[in-house]
């Protein structure tokens, strides 16, 4: 990702709708597992400018890599401490170490050669019975300007996805889509971007006041919507899932 790129998710990561609706979805899907406890151990895999990091400060003690210098300079900037400049790939701490793992919207990056590798690693380094959970952009058809910019190299369909981590030990408790409400408007914008030039802006930019009020209060809505259903369409994909183990039975977690 280029280094404008940071600066701009660095700036809007606290305040733009999209992140603002991000972190609420995120929410409702922890904390039917997450159980904010002071000694719950947390990592984010590919943790970026470290606004989910701050985040997830919420649920218990969280650590971060990243394989970007550019991005782990953002979060010192934040005052964040347990960061570390790694691969998804090859994790740097013990087996077991972790009681939850989050990755958002990286295994879709081109710096991730082996997306398969990096979520074994995941697996590896989670507790028995530990919990990931992962967000990807969603259908490669949808690839538009801002794939371009952020270095996209895939974007998954469910299927696809789930049948990837249940290859690397994990067992699927919620897979559902998001931003659905917006689906049919953005993926428009995106098949026209296809005939226009290449330009060089991703879609992280400054909104309106109100637009950005407005679009907030959709996303709000939609994680609601997810707490209790999983949805069939959008443009992002979640998946919650737990490591397997033969000593543990299955948690299987109901929409609703």
Not at 148 to 173: C, N, P
Not at 214 to 237: H, N, Q, R, W
């Amino acid at each position: 990702m280029k280094k404008e790129e940071y600066k701009k998710i660095f700036e809007q990561e606290e305040k733009h709708w999209w992140y603002l609706g991000m972190k609420e979805i995120t929410a409702r899907l922890l904390s039917t597992v997450a159980w904010g406890k002071k000694n719950t151990k947390i990592l984010d895999v590919g943790c970026g400018t470290g606004g989910m990091l701050l985040f997830l400060k919420q649920f218990g003690k969280v650590w971060g890599i990243d394989l970007s210098k550019e991005a782990l300079n953002y979060c010192r900037k934040r005052g964040l401490k347990n960061i570390l400049q790694a691969s998804t790939e090859k994790i740097p701490f013990p087996d077991k170490s972790f009681d939850l793992a989050t990755s958002f919207d990286v295994l879709y990056h081109q710096w991730v050669k082996n997306d398969l590798l990096a979520t074994q690693e995941i697996n590896r380094v989670l507790k028995p019975g530990g919990y990931f959970l992962v967000r990807v952009p969603a259908y490669n058809w949808l690839r538009g300007k801002h794939d371009r910019v952020v270095y996209t190299k895939h974007r998954y369909t469910k299927k696809e996805l789930t049948q990837k981590l249940k290859i690397s030990g994990f067992r699927i408790l919620r897979a559902t889509y998001a931003n659905t409400f917006l689906f049919p408007l953005i993926a428009l914008k995106r098949i026209f971007e296809r005939f226009s030039s290449e330009s060089q802006d991703s879609d992280v930019k400054p909104t309106l006041q109100i637009v950005n009020r407005f679009l907030t209060i959709i996303f709000y809505f939609e994680a609601v919507l997810i707490s209790k259903v999983d949805l069939p369409i959008g443009l992002s994909l979640f998946i919650l899932a737990q490591k397997t183990t033969s000593s543990s039975k299955e948690k299987r977690l109901p929409p609703s």
